[in-house]
């Protein structure tokens, strides 16, 4: 893959995760900083075009006055302009408000404001205008035309012109209104944009609301009072939600029918246990002791799944001695080392059970396979809690690390067991959004690493 294509895949998946209301302000951005400069452009063409023809006209004007009242005197031999123009700057040298009358030979005649200067003379028939470098590089907006005089042979030529700033101020002004104008509507614009974007995805931010009150167990539905589009969504999601609720329902009611099938055999064996002596009742009665309270746990978490429930943190070290003490002791029966490293004081978001079942597990695999010693090590990272268990046995290639995990699969039909500890344990890693990793210990045994995001703080 190329650097460019590589680049594009990159920015399409940043643009992707992009909110809604950040795509519709782009939008709008565009589309104001778009649509209105060329607005602006065009309206700012049209009026300089519209506000240099009625300049030009104005000129016009005055170049039909003195093409009225010019005249010739024969006995004087020179052109004279009977009719007043009426504006003090043609009579102000070098005003910048100029006229010129000429044949192109020895009749000319001028207004006072050119002195000794004259007007660049181009001849045409008809009316036309120009821009100009006139006296003292002054720059000129000039219109001109020629007409015929009698007794004159050669047509004589008028010329009018005025200073161009007059005309520029006057578009200066306009265009500063104009843009002035332009940007205050622009923020505007976005402003009111800006408010109907969030106005318009409300709805979406309370659906988002809804569905978090469900999924922390403080709704069982989702409000369907939304605009048509969404109340249909959130129908559909609430069908899924009413189906997942009967699943769940079902998982209850079979937790509970398996328990309660399991309370009668339990009743008649502690019954037959009574016949017993009493040495060798004691440890039968811890057994189905650990059988009813694994029944009893097993039921109100079933009863408890799917409702979103954080559980009060606990302290890790005290909610595990009682079943390391235990554990302790059957290694030393066994003859098998148990050592144990534990960080600082840990807390965790966890049922006390649960963490009991998953290490017990854990560490009943690890002794029932070690040949003579079996490490535990307990530290928090962060969020989370890491659990590593090592043991010296004969250990697990790739695929049966994979096997291992199965439920009921076992890998030695030699050995006592159900084949449920490993398995039970992922789905107990599942349920807390953790992750489990089988490898080959460093002792040559198997090395189980857990890693769950439950760590309290504070």
């Known amino acids: ?78 052109l004279v302009l009977d009719q007043a123009l009426g504006d003090p700057r043609f009579e102000n040298v070098y005003s910048g408000w100029y006229w010129q009358i000429t044949d192109g030979a020895q009749n000319t005649l001028a207004s006072r404001s050119l002195w000794d200067q004259r007007l660049p003379v181009v001849e045409n028939e008809n009316l036309s205008a120009r821009s100009i470098s006139g006296p003292r590089d002054q720059s000129l907006r000039m219109v001109e035309r020629d007409i015929y005089l009698a007794p004159l042979e050669a047509p004589l030529h008028i010329s009018v012109a005025a200073r161009n700033d007059v005309l520029a101020d006057d578009i200066g002004e306009f265009q500063h209104l104009l843009w002035g104008g332009l940007i205050g509507l622009g923020a505007l614009l976005i402003g009111v944009l800006a408010l109907q974007v969030r106005w318009g995805l409300a709805p979406l931010r309370r659906m ?27 129908g ?3 069908a899924v939600l009413a189906r997942d609720q009967r699943l769940i329902e079902r998982g209850r009611h079979t937790a509970g029918n398996l328990a309660h099938a399991l309370k009668t055999p ?15 009742r004691s440890a039968w009665e811890v057994e189905l002791a650990r059988i009813d309270s694994a029944v009893r746990h097993h039921l109100a978490r079933a009863s408890a799944a799917g409702e979103g429930v954080r559980f009060a943190p606990i302290t890790l070290h005290t909610t595990l001695a009682p079943l390391l003490n235990g554990l302790s002791r059957l290694a030393q029966r066994r003859g098998i080392a148990l050592r144990q490293s534990w960080g600082q004081a840990i807390r965790v978001h966890m ?18 396979w070690a040949q003579s010693e079996v490490e535990l090590d307990v530290q928090a990272v962060e969020q989370q809690l890491v659990l590593t268990v090592r043991d010296n046995g004969p250990g697990m290639s790739e695929a049966e690390c ?11 039909e030699q050995r006592s067991g159900s084949g449920l500890g490993l398995a039970i344990v992922t789905d107990l890693v599942a349920l807390y ?26």
Do not use: C
Request: charged fraction near 20%.
């Open 1 to 78: 893959m190329s650097a460019n294509a590589e680049w594009h895949n990159q920015w399409q998946r940043r643009w992707t995760k992009r909110s809604i209301s950040l795509r519709l302000l782009l939008a709008v951005l565009v589309m104001v900083g778009l649509a209105l400069p060329i607005a602006g452009t065009l309206l700012s063409h049209h009026y300089r075009a519209s506000a240099t023809q009625a300049f030009d006209e104005r000129l016009a004007a005055t170049l039909n006055v003195i093409m009225a009242g010019v005249t010739y005197d024969r006995l004087a031999q020179q």
């Open 208 to 234: 988002h609301a809804n569905l978090r009150d469900v999924e922390q167990g403080r709704s069982e539905q989702l409000d369907t009072r939304l605009p048509e589009e969404l109340a249909t969504l959130a």
């Open 236 to 238: 559909s999601m609430n």
């Open 266 to 280: 339990l009743s008649v064996m502690r019954l037959q246990l009574r016949q017993l002596p009493e040495a060798n």
């Open 351 to 368: 049922d006390e059970q649960d963490i009991q079942e998953l290490v017990g597990n854990l560490m009943d695999n690890a002794l029932r």
């Open 402 to 412: 994979q096997q291992a995990v199965q439920r009921g699969k076992r890998l030695d």
């Open 433 to 458: 959004s953790g992750q489990m990793h089988l490898t080959r210990a460093s002792t040559g045994g198997l090395e189980v690493v857990v890693e769950l995001p439950v760590v309290a703080h504070g």
